[in-house]
């Protein structure tokens, strides 16, 4: 996509080349040279049209750029609460009705259809949260994660271990490195979502731990990051190049959770956890 400085300069270029030209055709005496103030209008007209063509283009640039800003428009964040709300009031009702006439039919204990709406459910909760909670921080958004699987985590009887550091709220170890929000925030959570998702519907484990913590200035494989979260499971671990050869095996899930770090300039780490299970370690820049 062109940048809006290279569409802005050739349309005020074209403008002032449109004007140059009419104001020599004003000062050209129209008696002697017909020719040339006909030739000066058509060349005048012509650069006005080519000014006009790009003001669609400089348009959708600025419409992209709104898009992709880190701080949306009052016009937007309500759009999102909008549809966020109609998510919830519609499918999230119709969801849980269906899960509620289940309940009352002879279903075996863990049947597929059930899990499949629930989990269906949970999905379209977390999604309502991500849009309709923009600008609330990382530590929100984790606890709200936490809140929404609190009960499939309960009913699968696996233990959740928490431990997250907020130095605004002034909760763990003290540091001046701020927390990200917005977009920064969203991505994150987006792999902490897809990681315990892997770690409920895979890894067969007993035990998940959660940890968010800053990176203390001497540790040697510091590199620059300010921050470190990770999510372990005690479970029976997974070939991680089997799964990124087969992506219908959940590779799609593990490659965007490695874009996502990317694009705020993060990085993602997923190997073997010490003593069983598999770790994933995020890391980034405040």
């Known amino acids: 996509m062109e940048s809006l400085r290279s569409l802005g300069?050739?349309?005020?270029?074209n403008?002032?080349?449109?004007?140059?030209?009419?104001?020599?055709?004003?000062i050209i005496s129209i008696r002697d040279k017909n020719w040339f103030i006909f030739i000066s209008i058509f060349a005048a007209l012509t650069g006005l049209v080519m000014a006009l063509r790009y003001m669609p283009r400089i348009y959708r640039v600025i419409k992209a750029k709104m898009r992709l800003s880190v701080h949306p428009s009052k016009e937007v964040q309500e759009e999102r609460k909008r549809i966020a709300s109609d998510l919830?009031?519609?499918?999230?009702?119709?969801?849980?009705?269906?899960?509620?006439?289940?309940?009352?039919?002879?279903?075996?204990?863990?049947?597929?259809i059930k899990e499949v709406l629930e989990r269906?459910?949970?999905?379209?909760?977390?999604?309502?949260?991500?849009?309709?909670?923009?600008?609330?921080?990382?530590?929100?958004?984790?606890a709200r994660?936490?809140?929404?699987?609190?009960?499939?985590?309960?009913?699968?009887?696996?233990?959740?271990?928490?431990?997250?550091?907020?130095?605004?709220?002034?909760?763990?170890r003290h540091t001046s490195r701020t927390l990200p929000k917005g977009r920064v925030a969203n991505q994150i959570l987006a792999v902490?979502?897809?990681?315990?998702s892997n770690a409920l519907e895979h890894a067969h484990a007993?035990?998940?731990?959660?940890?968010?913590?800053?990176?203390?200035?001497?540790?040697?494989?510091?590199?620059?990051?300010?921050?470190?979260l990770s999510v372990e499971d005690n479970g029976k671990g997974f070939d991680l190049r089997a799964v990124l050869s087969d992506v219908s095996q959940s590779g799609h899930g593990v490659i965007n959770m490695f874009k996502r770090m990317r694009e705020i300039g993060?990085?993602?780490?997923?190997?073997?956890?010490?003593?069983?299970?598999t770790q994933v370690v995020m890391r980034w820049r405040a």
């Open 266 to 277: 993060g990085d993602l780490h997923i190997h073997p956890r010490q003593g069983g299970g």
């Open 88 to 112: 919830h009031d519609t499918l999230g009702s119709q969801l849980v009705q269906a899960l509620t006439l289940m309940d009352g039919q002879a279903l075996a204990e863990g049947s597929p």
């Open 206 to 228: 007993s035990d998940i731990w959660v940890t968010l913590e800053p990176y203390e200035s001497d540790d040697p494989e510091c590199f620059g990051w300010d921050w470190c």
């Open 9 to 13: 300069c050739r349309s005020a270029a």
């Open 145 to 172: 994660l936490r809140h929404r699987l609190n009960p499939v985590l309960q009913r699968k009887g696996l233990a959740l271990h928490w431990q997250l550091c907020d130095p605004e709220l002034g909760i763990g």
């Open 120 to 142: 269906s459910l949970l999905d379209l909760r977390l999604i309502v949260d991500s849009m309709d909670a923009q600008d609330d921080s990382l530590t929100m958004r984790l």
């Open 15 to 26: 403008m002032l080349q449109t004007c140059i030209i009419l104001c020599w055709c004003f």
């Open 192 to 196: 902490v979502q897809t990681s315990l």
